[in-house]
């Protein structure tokens, strides 16, 4: 199943940050969500940051090339959060967007609570309640690690969730 289908939908889900961007690619069909692969891109922290940018860049559209999803879909950050990962991560998403944009698939900027109330029904759901329902929609009988991977799966089936209408997240 590398292709995609007729009715089979497929997304590929990013968790962003330039040590650990984790991925997680999800079909939907007609039975409910499958999981086709997941995994996190790892960059060393002593590498140049262009050097850890374009592998990323180039991880990433290996794996557009080898699932053709119709969407892709990144978890916005809290920008207020930790300030001093805010620029690297920034810088992150806009290697995404732009292998997204370069292969013709749209592009999904989600956020936290969005993908928490789209896996949840709840979004205010903690951490280990989003995990637990994404393992549970995608029949999977162990849970998701690394963590990366598994919050890139739940932004994955939040994004074939979505109506095929603009969001104001995307703007």
């Known amino acids: 199943m590398k292709a995609q289908s007729g009715k089979m939908k497929i997304a590929i889900g990013f968790d962003s940050g330039l040590a650990n961007c984790g991925y997680g690619v999800v079909a939907r069909g007609g039975s409910g969500f499958v999981c086709l692969a997941h995994g996190n891109i790892r960059t060393k922290s002593d590498a140049p940051r262009p050097d ?33 990962s805010c620029l690297p991560t920034a810088e992150v998403i806009g290697v995404l967007q732009l292998a997204a944009v370069q292969n013709d698939v749209e592009v999904l900027m989600l956020s936290p609570q969005s993908v928490k109330s789209a896996v949840t029904g709840i979004s205010n759901a903690s951490k280990t309640q989003v995990m637990r329902m994404t393992q549970k929609l995608l029949g999977m009988k162990k849970p998701v690690t690394p963590s990366h ?23």
Not at 55 to 70: D, F, G, M, R
């Open 149 to 171: 991977a598994a919050d890139a799966l739940g932004c994955a089936i939040a994004a074939l969730l979505r109506r095929n209408t603009p969001s104001l997240e995307n703007k």
């Open 52 to 84: 850890r940018l374009l592998k990323i860049y180039e991880h990433t559209t290996e794996l557009i090339a080898e699932w053709n999803p119709s969407k892709i879909s990144i978890e916005s950050v809290y920008w207020n959060r930790n300030q001093t």
